[in-house]
């Protein structure tokens, strides 16, 4: 298992919620209201405070679903089923730009996700991604402790057996950075806002095409 995608080059780690399809999808929109939702109705929060504890939860413990568990002790599969129950297909089609650029790119693909996997699954089929990824690592995968908890970088890393260096990760989250660049690993944050400078950040793009123009990828292999 380990070295075995050694040999063939760079690993790209592509996270999934505004990386591989935009915001002005609408589906981020409806699942965060989905969240809210279930904040309320399961948790009993109140409407007006849902914001704030949402910000508070993720600045904690990474995500909503995290700050849910250790503090309201839920049961993810609860909170999955009742978040993501979403038709995909409403907000998302095939995106055949994407899959060129996903194509051109020399090396091993990944993405390494904090939503579950149903959503994924259902994100990567409707964008007709189906087969490009060599593994899909979602939250069930880290045991529901996702990025940026470096226990969820490790345990992707060591499942793949490539050392950090080899491995490009391309994410719209900034914090979600941190850890993989001090592991070693090349860091893209895709954002319209070109000009934002992070220690962490080795690269930023304004879109995922601009991925095919870095030159220094064949570097690794
Ligand atoms: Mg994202």
Same mark, same amino acid.
Request: charged residues 30%; proline residues 3%; hydrophobic residues 40%.
């Given at each position: 298992?380990?070295?075995?995608?050694?040999?063939?080059?760079?690993?790209?780690?592509?996270? %999934?919620? $505004?990386? *591989? +399809?935009?915001?002005e999808?609408?589906?981020?929109? +409806? *699942?965060?209201?989905r969240?809210?939702d279930?904040?309320?109705?399961?948790?009993?929060?109140?409407?007006?405070?849902?914001?704030?504890?949402?910000?508070?939860?993720?600045?904690?413990?990474?995500?909503?679903?995290?700050?849910?568990?250790?503090?309201?002790?839920?049961?993810? %599969?609860? +909170?999955?089923?009742?978040?993501?129950?979403?038709?995909?297909?409403?907000?998302?089609?095939?995106?055949?730009?994407?899959?060129?650029?996903?194509?051109? #790119?020399?090396?091993?693909?990944?993405?390494?996700?904090?939503?579950?996997?149903?959503?994924?699954?259902?994100?990567?089929?409707? *964008?007709?991604?189906?087969?490009?990824?060599?593994?899909?690592?979602?939250?069930?995968?880290?045991?529901?402790?996702?990025?940026?908890?470096?226990?969820?970088?490790?345990?992707?890393?060591?499942d793949?057996?490539?050392?950090?260096?080899?491995?490009?990760?391309?994410?719209?989250?900034?914090?979600?950075?941190?850890?993989?660049?001090?592991?070693?690993?090349?860091?893209?944050? #895709?954002? $319209?806002d070109?000009?934002?400078?992070?220690?962490?950040?080795?690269?930023?793009?304004?879109? *995922?095409?601009?991925? #095919?123009?870095?030159?220094?990828?064949?570097a690794?292999?």
């Amino acid at each position: 298992m380990a070295e075995r995608f050694y040999a063939q080059g760079t690993v790209f780690i592509f996270d %999934l919620d $505004k990386t *591989l +399809y935009s915001e002005e999808s609408g589906l981020l929109a +409806y *699942l965060d209201q989905r969240i809210n939702d279930y904040l309320v109705n399961a948790l009993g929060i109140r409407r007006e405070s849902v914001d704030e504890v949402r910000k508070r939860w993720v600045e904690e413990y990474g995500t909503t679903l995290r700050g849910a568990q250790v503090n309201c002790g839920i049961d993810p %599969l609860d +909170y999955i089923a009742y978040t993501h129950d979403i038709e995909i297909r409403k907000f998302l089609s095939a995106d055949e730009e994407l899959l060129r650029i996903l194509k051109a #790119l020399p090396g091993i693909k990944v993405v390494f996700s904090n939503s579950p996997r149903g959503h994924a699954d259902g994100v990567i089929d409707a *964008l007709g991604l189906t087969g490009v990824f060599e593994r899909i690592y979602t939250i069930e995968f880290c045991e529901y402790e996702g990025k940026p908890a470096r226990r969820a970088y490790e345990r992707v890393l060591a499942d793949l057996g490539v050392p950090a260096t080899h491995c490009v990760m391309i994410e719209d989250t900034a914090r979600n950075l941190v850890i993989p660049h001090e592991m070693g690993m090349t860091t893209v944050l #895709l954002s $319209k806002d070109r000009l934002q400078r992070h220690d962490h950040v080795d690269y930023v793009v304004a879109e *995922l095409r601009e991925l #095919l123009e870095i030159g220094r990828w064949s570097a690794a292999s």
